[in-house]
């Protein structure tokens, strides 16, 4: 469970005290408003604050007073234009806060998205807690033999077992060291009394990337949707997906209508090459063609034909 009693208490609280509005809201997201859906092992991501639902995006795009008389297809469809032709500007009209606890190195990653706001847990300031990820045995992987980025075969028995153990043993010796140079007990007051501790700003250099950090990130719908793009997809690493597939539930809470049209439009969509297009107009005039004489490079042919394949065929 990754919140304790207080932390939930507060969120507990926090939905206790509705208040009526006359600013839209979106019921389905409502309904998980403050609460934390877990995330890897002590992970969480949860949505503490939203603005605007899919009619803002129409209500912006056509530059309108009220909520609009349209009927819902027309909005749908209008979404689904605004997202086919990348008009983008009407999606940055919404946006969201996330409070998300994540492991350091997902952090890492995460935090190249320039397009966010970002107020993060001061370990200057506080104690990091005594939490780190540790892989479930099904993501503990060898490396990729095709790719150099990605994981290979699923590591079995003794293997696995040594990788755990050395995983568990090092950052909880890490975390001793941490707890030792900061000489602190929960009260604030010296565990030993004869050493003066070492600043909570140069102990937590001992914490490995694994600790888990914290964060409040806000951004708007048309960024947000960049992300997912990026880290939901199979080439991000596990971890940073599993957060972004959370995320991902959370828009289709928020703005059904944007989430399918994202979907449609962008997730399981693909990108095409102009030479790539040839080669299927060739294919579609009954050409046999393969990939010398298609003018795209092996790896650009692998990938087009990965594109036309149906997922369902093995
Ligand atoms: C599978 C994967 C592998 C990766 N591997 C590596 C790696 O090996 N090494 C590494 O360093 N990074 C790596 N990255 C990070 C990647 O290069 C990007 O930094 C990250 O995905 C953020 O993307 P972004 O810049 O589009 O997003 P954001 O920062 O959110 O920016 C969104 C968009 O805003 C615009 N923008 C933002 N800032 C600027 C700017 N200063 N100038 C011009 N336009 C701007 C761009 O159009 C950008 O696409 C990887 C990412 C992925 C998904």
């Given at each position: 469970?990754?919140?304790?009693?207080?932390?939930?208490?507060?969120?507990?609280?926090?939905?206790?005290?509705?208040?009526?509005?006359?600013?839209?809201?979106?019921?389905?997201?409502?309904?998980?408003?403050?609460?934390?859906?877990?995330?890897?092992?002590?992970?969480?991501?949860?949505?503490?604050?939203?603005?605007?639902?899919?009619?803002?995006?129409?209500?912006?795009?056509?530059?309108?007073?009220?909520?609009?008389?349209?009927?819902?297809?027309?909005?749908?469809?209008?979404?689904?234009?605004?997202?086919?032709?990348?008009?983008?500007?009407?999606?940055?009209?919404?946006?969201?806060?996330?409070?998300?606890?994540?492991?350091?190195?997902?952090?890492?990653?995460?935090?190249?998205?320039?397009?966010?706001?970002?107020?993060?847990?001061?370990?200057?300031?506080?104690?990091?807690?005594?939490?780190?990820?540790?892989?479930?045995?099904?993501?503990?992987?060898?490396?990729?033999?095709?790719?150099?980025?990605?994981?290979?075969?699923?590591?079995?028995?003794?293997?696995?077992?040594?990788?755990?153990?050395?995983?568990?043993?090092?950052?909880?010796?890490?975390?001793?060291?941490?707890?030792?140079?900061?000489?602190?007990?929960?009260?604030?007051?010296?565990?030993?009394?004869?050493?003066?501790?070492?600043?909570?700003?140069?102990?937590?250099?001992?914490?490995?990337?694994?600790?888990?950090?914290?964060?409040?990130?806000?951004?708007?719908?048309?960024?947000?949707?960049?992300?997912?793009?990026?880290?939901?997809?199979?080439?991000?690493?596990?971890?940073?997906?599993?957060?972004?597939?959370?995320?991902?539930?959370?828009?289709?809470?928020?703005?059904?209508?944007?989430?399918?049209?994202?979907?449609?439009?962008?997730?399981?969509?693909?990108?095409i090459?102009?030479t790539g297009l040839a080669v299927i107009r060739r294919l579609l005039a009954g050409e046999q063609v393969?990939?010398?004489s298609s003018?795209?490079?092996?790896?650009?042919?692998?990938?087009l034909m990965?594109l036309l394949?149906?997922?369902?065929?093995?």
């Amino acid at each position: 469970m990754p919140l304790s009693t207080d932390q939930q208490a507060e969120i507990d609280q926090a939905r206790g005290a509705a208040q009526p509005t006359l600013r839209p809201i979106a019921p389905a997201l409502e309904e998980i408003l403050f609460q934390a859906l877990p995330v890897l092992d002590h992970g969480f991501v949860r949505v503490v604050d939203y603005m605007g639902d899919d009619a803002a995006v129409v209500q912006a795009a056509r530059v309108s007073y009220g909520r609009g008389t349209k009927k819902v297809s027309e909005d749908r469809g209008l979404i689904n234009y605004l997202m086919r032709h990348r008009h983008t500007t009407p999606f940055e009209m919404c946006e969201i806060k996330y409070h998300v606890k994540l492991p350091i190195f997902v952090a890492r990653q995460w935090i190249r998205h320039r397009t966010a706001n970002v107020n993060e847990y001061s370990a200057r300031y506080s104690i990091l807690d005594n939490e780190f990820y540790i892989p479930a045995p099904e993501h503990l992987a060898a490396q990729a033999t095709t790719n150099r980025q990605g994981r290979g075969a699923v590591l079995e028995g003794a293997a696995a077992r040594r990788v755990l153990d050395l995983l568990r043993e090092d950052s909880e010796r890490a975390y001793a060291g941490y707890a030792a140079m900061l000489n602190e007990d929960e009260a604030g007051a010296p565990v030993d009394s004869a050493w003066p501790g070492l600043a909570r700003e140069l102990a937590r250099m001992n914490l490995s990337l694994n600790f888990y950090t914290q964060w409040y990130w806000k951004t708007d719908l048309h960024n947000l949707m960049h992300f997912l793009s990026l880290r939901a997809d199979p080439h991000a690493q596990y971890e940073i997906r599993a957060y972004a597939k959370a995320m991902l539930d959370t828009l289709a809470l928020w703005v059904p209508m944007t989430h399918a049209a994202f979907l449609e439009y962008r997730m399981n969509a693909g990108v095409i090459s102009a030479t790539g297009l040839a080669v299927i107009r060739r294919l579609l005039a009954g050409e046999q063609v393969d990939q010398p004489s298609s003018g795209l490079s092996a790896r650009e042919w692998r990938e087009l034909m990965a594109l036309l394949r149906d997922p369902a065929t093995p």
